[in-house]
């Protein structure tokens, strides 16, 4: 069943001088499987809400339905909320504090009850999964690159076996060539295990290549939601809440502007490739 948002207000310093009012009535379906984008700039609310899908934050009214049930009810079982919503933090060193690799990921399984062979088996299924060799698993989890640290966060959340998969700005510092094997293993991750994928990124480009559809945040409301073409449309919109759309589609405007026949709805390089290749076929010019 989908996770629904149900005109969910949050308020940071209630009853203080410092009232921020951070989300002001949210209402989102996300149906299952879907990968999704949430943007927007620093203050925007997006952490905050992604923080009310796994109940480290309580509403000040509303509430997330999912699977039918609602996650704040007082008899809700949060467990069970944990083993299907899962939320890798934006430092992975917020989630990693084990000996071992091996052993940090085993902990999430054992904190559901499982016995240690399962949990055993969990952990190093999860592992395979984000592409970590054997010879890493009992590494100490701080003596790792800044990438090779995300996966094994993301293998801590995948070994409780999911519905859900929630990413903060996962790919915050790395060089660009990390940040491309962190964003195709979560792809693949998806397209593999039919997941619920939710991609908190300040990346335009990143969010155009890997998700169906991109929530825009702006002072705690929605902005904009739709598909990637359909949000990148509204470019100068975007730019007048501090964000912007893919370096490309700056490219294309001006090239149609130039009088040349592009697809100015192109959001990745693959898109804006295979236009001016068309573009420029029909002028003769290949």
């Avoid at 290549?209 to 470019?235: C, Q, S, W």
Wanted: aromatic share 6%; proline share 4%.
């Amino acid at each position: 069943m989908p996770i629904i948002v149900h005109h969910l207000v949050h308020e940071y310093g209630t009853d203080t001088k410092l009232n921020t009012l951070a989300l002001d009535d949210i209402n989102l379906v996300i149906p299952d499987g879907q990968f999704l984008g949430l943007i927007g700039h620093t203050g925007s609310g997006k952490t905050t809400l992604i923080q009310h899908l796994d109940a480290l934050l309580t509403p000040k009214s509303g509430t997330v339905y999912l699977d039918g049930e609602d996650i704040f009810e007082k008899d809700y079982d949060r467990r069970k909320l944990r083993s299907s919503v899962g939320l890798v933090f934006q430092y992975p060193e917020h989630q990693l504090f084990e000996t071992t690799v091996f052993a940090d990921v085993c902990f999430g399984p054992k904190n559901l009850g499982l016995d240690k062979k399962e949990a055993e088996l969990r952990a190093y299924d999860a592992l395979k999964l984000v592409g970590l060799e054997d010879e890493v698993f009992y590494q100490s989890p701080f003596d790792l690159s800044g990438g090779q640290k995300r996966r094994v966060a993301i293998a801590g959340v995948l070994a409780m076996q999911p519905k859900v998969l929630i990413l903060d700005e996962p790919t915050a510092g790395l060089d660009p060539k990390g940040r491309d094997e962190i964003l195709d293993c979560i792809s693949a991750l998806h397209q593999k295990k039919d997941m619920t994928v939710i991609l908190v990124s300040h990346s335009m480009e990143d969010v155009a290549k890997y998700v169906e559809r991109i929530i825009v945040m702006n002072k705690g409301k929605v902005f904009l939601d739709g598909t990637p073409k359909e949000v990148f449309a509204h470019y100068k919109e975007l730019e007048e809440i501090g964000l912007a759309a893919p370096e490309v589609t700056y490219i294309m405007h001006e090239l149609a502007a130039k009088g040349m026949a592009v697809d100015t709805g192109a959001t990745t390089l693959e898109e804006a490739k295979a236009s001016i290749l068309a573009a420029m076929k029909s002028r003769g010019h290949i």
